[in-house]
């Protein structure tokens, strides 16, 4: 099995309505790890998907969107400590994402199997009744996806931000 899949103009919903329930820090390692719990949180998006399963090659996209109720998720930040030509602040920061608990899981996924509504329709009803073994193999998926977008979030917008300064 060989898949590739993009996800494109995703938007995040919930966190307005989410609580920060733990803090921890290790500044020995310049990690910070925030769990927070969402009574809703909400994902949508287009997908690409290209793959070759069992011999056959599938090539869709379509909108997706994906709501999580009653989660729970760990973020841990942390940067390297930079060598001495680098301060801290530039350091890479990395982004870890731990999915701790999901209570329920609504995913929907447009032209899923080309556009096929009656078909379309009952995958749509079997992710949406019986996620939960799934949710097992997708979790780690879910961790890799948040950690990587986050990742690049943190780079792009806190690669400048003193760390050091601030939690001493």
Same mark, same amino acid.
């Given at each position: 099995?060989? &898949?590739? =899949?993009?996800?494109?103009?995703?938007?995040?919903?919930?966190?307005? &309505?989410? @609580?920060?329930?733990?803090?921890?820090?290790?500044?020995?390692?310049?990690?910070?790890?925030?769990?927070?719990t969402?009574?809703?949180?909400? =994902?949508?998006?287009?997908? @690409?998907?290209?793959?070759?399963?069992?011999?056959?090659k599938?090539?869709? *996209?379509?909108?997706?969107?994906?709501?999580?109720?009653?989660?729970?998720?760990?973020?841990?930040?942390?940067?390297?400590? *930079?060598?001495?030509? *680098?301060?801290?602040?530039?350091?890479?920061?990395?982004?870890?994402?731990? =999915? @701790?608990?999901?209570?329920?899981? @609504?995913?929907h996924?447009?032209?899923?199997?080309?556009?096929?509504?009656?078909?379309?329709?009952?995958?749509?009803?079997?992710?949406?009744? *019986?996620?939960?073994?799934?949710?097992?193999?997708?979790?780690?998926?879910?961790?890799?996806?948040?950690?990587?977008?986050f990742?690049? &979030?943190?780079?792009?917008?806190?690669?400048?931000?003193?760390?050091?300064? &601030?939690?001493?």
């Open positions: 099995m060989n &898949i590739k =899949l993009i996800l494109k103009n995703v938007t995040e919903s919930g966190w307005s &309505i989410s @609580e920060v329930i733990k803090i921890k820090t290790n500044m020995p390692k310049n990690e910070i790890a925030i769990t927070q969402f009574p809703d949180k909400r =994902l949508n998006g287009w997908y @690409e998907f290209e793959g070759d399963i069992l011999g056959r599938i090539k869709n *996209a379509g909108f997706w969107n994906l709501t999580l109720f009653d989660y729970v998720q760990t973020l841990t930040v942390s940067r390297k400590p *930079a060598g001495a030509s *680098a301060p801290l602040e530039y350091s890479p920061i990395m982004v870890k994402c731990n =999915l @701790e608990t999901c209570k329920n899981l @609504e995913l996924i447009s032209n899923l199997v080309g556009g096929r509504t009656i078909v379309e329709n009952m995958v749509d009803r079997i992710i949406n009744t *019986a996620w939960q073994p799934g949710f097992v193999v997708f979790g780690p998926i879910i961790n890799e996806l948040v950690g990587t977008a990742t690049e &979030i943190f780079n792009k917008n806190f690669q400048r931000f003193p760390f050091n300064q &601030i939690f001493k």
